[in-house]
């Protein structure tokens, strides 16, 4: 029992490539992309699309509708220390941490 997807790329099926050619001799079609759900794609979208560009083609033919689920109407913020301010000590700048010299 394995459990699969079809690819859910708007245009996955208009793809010419050899992977998606179905049918017999005078009947053939480009078949949308069957998915496999195994260790590496069940927690991830690639459960549902089997590339990048079919992923994109579906979040921008329904970005509205999926913005609705979950809209950012306020900035979020996330509390930080305040930053120090970094001084000059001799012009020595360290190049292996990429950090300045503190007084
Ligand atoms: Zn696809």
Known sequence: MSNFNWCHGP???TNETQSRVRGSKG???LRTIKIK???WNKDHAFKYFCNQNCLYGFINKHLEEIVKI?????????PIKDPV???HHNGYYNWNNWTIEKK
């Open 37 to 39: 759900e195994n260790e």
């Open 70 to 78: 979950a809209p950012r109407r306020e900035a979020l913020e996330t």
């Open 85 to 87: 301010k970094e001084t």
């Open 11 to 13: 245009s996955c099926h």
């Open 27 to 29: 009947n053939k079609v």
